[in-house]
Nanobody
Framework: QVRLVESGGESVQAGGSLRLSCRLTGFTYQYYCLAWFRQAPGKLREGVAATTSDSATMYSDSVQGRFTISKDNAKNTLYLQMNNLKPEDTATYYC?????????????????WGQGTQVTVSS
């Protein structure tokens, strides 16, 4: 059974940094894409960053240059380093996984999801 568990969300001041983690268990595909999404109240879930089994990456325009996605294969863990946080980054952040190697930020293409972790950025 595939399971994704996020952690690291908290309340921070604008300009601050956070690192989110997502521990994956039972996800044993050789070729895959992992991603971070976020959803603010009243808004659709949007893709933030994605990375593949060969370490290709993709970012949304809103976080390019501020957020960095990475993975530790030995720990089966996906990370999202978020710097220079803004109030508009406030959302529940979800990690997601798909057993295909193409990068995408289309939420409909992901098969597995975590339960989310809350990030709140105050001005």
């Amino acid at each position: 059974q595939v399971r994704l568990v996020e952690s690291g969300g908290e309340s921070v001041q604008a300009g601050g940094s956070l690192r989110l983690s997502c521990r994956l268990t039972g996800f044993t595909y050789q070729y895959y894409c992992l991603a971070w999404f976020r959803q603010a109240p009243g808004k659709l879930r949007e893709g933030v960053a994605a990375t593949t089994s060969d370490s290709a990456t993709m970012y949304s325009d809103s976080v390019q240059g501020r957020f960095t996605i990475s993975k530790d294969n030995a720990k089966n863990t996906l990370y999202l380093q978020m710097n220079n946080l803004k109030p508009e980054d406030t959302a529940t952040y979800y990690c997601a996984a798909r057993p295909f190697p193409q990068t995408t930020l289309d939420r409909d293409r992901y098969n597995y999801w975590g339960q989310g972790t809350q990030v709140t950025v105050s001005s």
